[in-house]
C-alpha cells in the first residue's frame, strides 16, 4: 500500500521558517522523482518545488526560489522542504507527490501519481 505522510506544517508569523516532510512508503523511493505542490483556498494547486530520483537536479517556482529548498534522503525515504522568509501569501496546504517514471516534466500535477494527504502552512502578517 502506498502511503505518503506530510508533516512539519503550522502557524508561523512572516518572515520565519518551517520545515516539511514527507515519509514515503510502498514504492521504492529512490528510483522516483518527487515534488511539493500547494493549494490555497479558492485557488488551484500549484507546483511548488521538486527533486530528481538522485537529488542531483532541483525545480522551483519563481515565487519561491531563493527562499525554499527541497532535499531528500533516500536512505531514509523521506523528502523535505525548508522553506524561509515565509510571507502570508504561502499559506496554503502542501503535498508531496511521486512523479512518474514516464514524466517529462516537473512542474504539472498530472506528472504525479500518488499524493499525501497535505500539510497546512499559515503564515500570519
Known amino acids: 500500500q502506498v502511503q505518503l505522510v506530510e508533516s512539519g506544517g503550522g502557524l508561523v508569523q512572516a518572515g520565519g521558517s518551517l520545515k516539511l516532510s514527507c515519509v514515503v512508503s510502498?514504492?521504492?523511493?529512490?528510483?522516483?522523482?518527487m515534488g511539493w505542490f500547494r493549494q490555497a483556498p479558492g485557488k488551484e494547486r500549484e507546483f511548488v518545488a521538486a527533486?530528481?530520483?538522485?537529488?542531483?537536479?532541483?525545480f522551483y517556482a519563481d515565487s519561491v526560489k531563493g527562499r525554499f529548498t527541497i532535499s531528500r534522503e533516500n536512505a531514509k525515504n523521506t523528502v523535505y522542504l525548508q522553506m524561509n522568509s515565509l510571507k502570508p501569501e504561502d499559506t496554503a496546504v502542501y503535498y508531496c507527490?511521486?512523479?512518474?517514471?514516464?514524466?517529462?516534466?516537473?512542474?504539472?500535477?498530472?506528472?504525479?501519481?500518488?499524493w499525501g494527504q497535505g500539510t497546512q502552512v499559515t503564515v500570519s502578517s
Open positions: 510502498g514504492f521504492t523511493f529512490r528510483t522516483y522523482g
Open positions: 527533486i530528481s530520483w538522485s537529488g542531483s537536479s532541483t
Open positions: 507527490a511521486n512523479r512518474k517514471l514516464s514524466g517529462r516534466t516537473y512542474y504539472a500535477p498530472g506528472e504525479y501519481t500518488y
